[in-house]
Nanobody
Framework: QVQLVESGGGLVQTGGSLRLSCAAS????????MGWFRQAPGKEREFVAG????????DYADSVMGRFTISRDNAKNTVYLQMSSLKPEDTAVYYC???????????????????WGQGTQVTVSS
C-alpha cells in the first residue's frame, strides 16, 4: 500500500505563487506515473497535471498551462506542483495521485490512478 501526503497549500492573493509537494511512503512510486487533480466547491474533481515515471512525458489541463509546473524527485519519492499567477478560480482542494500502469493516453483520467492523497486546500483571494 502506498500512502501519499500533500503539503504546501494555503491562502494566497491573486497573482501569487505556491508550491505543493506530494510525499510518497514507498520507493516503488519512482516507477509510477503521478498526477495532480483538484476539486472546487460544488464541482467535480478535475485533472490538473500529470508526469510519467521519469519525467519524460508531462501534460497539463488547458486552464493551468503556462502557469503551473509539475516535477518529481524520485530520490525523495516526491512530486511537486509549482503554481504561479494564481487566480481565484484556482481555489480548490488539490490531490496527488499515483498510477501503477501509467499510460499517456489516460493521463488525465481519474480511474487511471490507484492511490490518492487526502488533499491540501489552496485558496486564492481576489
Amino acid at each position: 500500500q502506498v500512502q501519499l501526503v500533500e503539503s504546501g497549500g494555503g491562502l494566497v492573493q491573486t497573482g501569487g505563487s505556491l508550491r505543493l509537494s506530494c510525499a510518497a511512503s514507498a520507493r516503488t512510486v519512482s516507477s509510477y506515473g503521478m498526477g495532480w487533480f483538484r476539486q472546487a466547491p460544488g464541482k467535480e474533481r478535475e485533472f490538473v497535471a500529470g508526469i510519467s515515471w521519469n519525467g519524460g512525458y508531462i501534460d497539463y489541463a488547458d486552464s493551468v498551462m503556462g502557469r503551473f509546473t509539475i516535477s518529481r524527485d524520485n530520490a525523495k519519492n516526491t512530486v511537486y506542483l509549482q503554481m504561479s499567477s494564481l487566480k481565484p478560480e484556482d481555489t480548490a482542494v488539490y490531490y496527488c495521485a499515483a498510477s501503477i500502469y501509467f499510460r499517456v493516453a489516460t493521463i488525465s483520467h481519474e480511474r487511471s490512478y490507484d492511490y490518492w492523497g487526502q488533499g491540501t486546500q489552496v485558496t486564492v483571494s481576489s
